[in-house]
């Protein structure tokens, strides 16, 4: 099994909809990423985590929210999708001293 | 805004040549420096970790670090077709607010 799990890996939806996108890790890091990648475009930070209460925009948050339900678990959220949302985004994890990012295999959105 | 850089591709090479991918960034106090390797449709896995001036060589992969140039690259030598991937330089400013800038990445195509 991943030890970066991404739920669901693919979903279309339609503009309006509320969507959510669940990590979890077996992992046992306290760092949590949220990226959202285009062709082109590279990697771009949405929200990161360093801990359950820990909360922090990063480049592209607006119209997304997420949550850290616990140490394993980190979630995010677009409470009202729009076509310009569809990308592949990818949740990741890192380790405070290491610095490497483990990404999970991605999940990939349509907004119709 | 801290920026990374990369070359533009695609990059195209013959099986057997040195592919070299190079990198830029904004940030004079960055710290850590990263090369992922994204076949398409996948996660980024990574493949090389740089932290001092200078080169460090894994198997057939080096990476050089200039930080008075602000200049990573990567060095494949002997390519196969299997390194036919997407290449991303990501670069992190080191403190305690750990998270990556990514660059655009650069595609390589190894020909047989």
């Known amino acids: 099994d991943a030890d970066v799990t991404q739920t669901p890996r693919n979903r279309i939806t339609k503009t309006g909809k509320r969507i959510m996108l669940e990590c979890s890790q077996t992992?046992?890091?306290?760092?949590m990423y949220w990226y959202r990648q285009d062709p082109g475009l590279g990697l771009q930070l949405i929200y990161y985590s360093f801990d359950v209460k820990d909360i922090n925009k990063g480049e592209i948050s607006d119209g997304y929210s997420v949550s850290r339900q616990a140490q394993a678990k980190f979630s995010l959220s677009l409470e009202s999708a729009i076509p310009n949302q569809t990308a592949l985004y990818f949740c990741?994890?890192?380790?405070?001293?290491?610095?490497?990012?483990?990404f999970g295999e991605g999940s990939r959105l349509t907004v119709l | 805004q801290k920026e990374v850089e990369q070359n533009s591709g695609p990059l195209s090479v013959p099986e057997g040549a040195i592919a070299s991918l190079n990198c830029t960034y904004s940030d004079r106090v960055s710290q850590s420096f990263f090369w992922y390797r994204q076949y398409s449709g996948k996660s980024p896995e990574l493949i090389m970790s740089i932290y001092s001036n200078g080169d460090k060589e894994d198997g057939r992969f080096t990476a050089q670090l200039n930080k008075a140039s602000q200049y990573v690259s990567l060095l494949i030598r002997d390519s196969q077709p299997s390194d036919s991937a997407t290449y991303l330089c990501a670069v992190n400013s080191g403190g305690s607010n750990y998270k990556l800038t990514f660059g655009k990445g650069t595609l390589l195509t190894v020909n047989p």
């Open positions: 990741a994890t890192s380790d405070k001293s290491a610095g490497e990012l483990f």
């Open positions: 992992k046992g890091h306290d760092r």
